[in-house]
């Protein structure tokens, strides 16, 4: 029997995507079989993957496709690859209606009890996060040992943060911390929303293993080589 209850567990996912099919599919499916249902918000940006499929054609009854004009999401270095930063932390704060909040790049996937990980605690911590594996060019790099550990391992940064797709938390509390993360660029809203969010509501909930994975774009290969750990056999 589910967990899910809709008034401690109802949660969105919110993906940004141009579309591209192959990780978009892999994304979907791996929500699809969580143990609990979520809502997903899929935020497109007008700049399509050649080979995207009409937004339309991924609408479903807890799945639904808003698109924004070209370059919504552009990156704010025109050298970047992708957009980073503050605006899909703060579309999925101002668009979710449910009580709880996570998000999904389209090239992260979901192991299969991701969810549920996070599920437990969810009446008292104001958000939770989880470890995550790292991807290049199918070979897994390990557990990422930088952006995924928060407080509760060593990391290999010098200041702690949690990427966006590791963490979930609850919408109401983070949405108070929305001008800070607004107010930065690049990478440091991922870092800003954990910091303030610690701060202002203590210790999160931690999983303690890998539920996520992402691939990882090859201009970040090396980094990550650096900071993964491979796990024990």
């Known amino acids: 029997m589910s967990l899910f209850t809709p008034e401690v567990h109802d949660i969105t996912v919110c993906t940004t995507t141009t579309g591209n099919p192959d990780g978009l599919s892999r994304l979907l499916d ?57 605006s899909p932390m703060g579309l999925g704060m101002l668009l979710a209606k449910t009580k709880w909040l996570t998000w999904a790049d389209d090239d992260v996937w979901w192991e299969k009890g991701h ?10 911590p104001a958000y939770a996060y989880t470890l995550r594996r790292v991807w290049h060019k199918g070979e897994c790099l390990g557990v990422d040992r930088a952006e995924s550990v928060g407080h509760h391992l060593p ?3 010098s200041y702690a943060m949690t990427d966006s797709n590791t963490m979930l938390v609850r919408r109401d509390l983070a949405i108070n911390i929305l001008p800070h993360i607004m107010a930065t660029a690049g990478y440091d809203g991922d870092r800003i929303m954990y910091q303030q969010m610690r701060l202002m509501y203590g210790d999160a909930h931690f ?9 990882c774009p090859e201009r970040l290969a090396q980094h990550f080589q650096s900071c993964c750990e491979l796990e024990a056999a």
């Open 155 to 157: 990391r290999k940064f």
């Open 30 to 86: 791996s929500i699809e079989a969580q143990g609990i249902p979520v809502t997903h918000l899929l935020l497109w940006d007008g700049k399509r993957h050649p080979d995207a499929k009409d937004p339309a054609y991924y609408e479903s009854k807890r799945r639904h496709s808003i698109v924004f004009p070209n370059g919504q999401f552009a990156p704010i270095n025109p050298a970047q690859e992708f957009s980073v930063g503050p």
């Open 115 to 124: 969810i549920e990980a996070l599920v437990p605690t969810l009446t008292d």
């Open 207 to 215: 999983t303690w293993r890998a539920t996520i994975n992402q691939e």
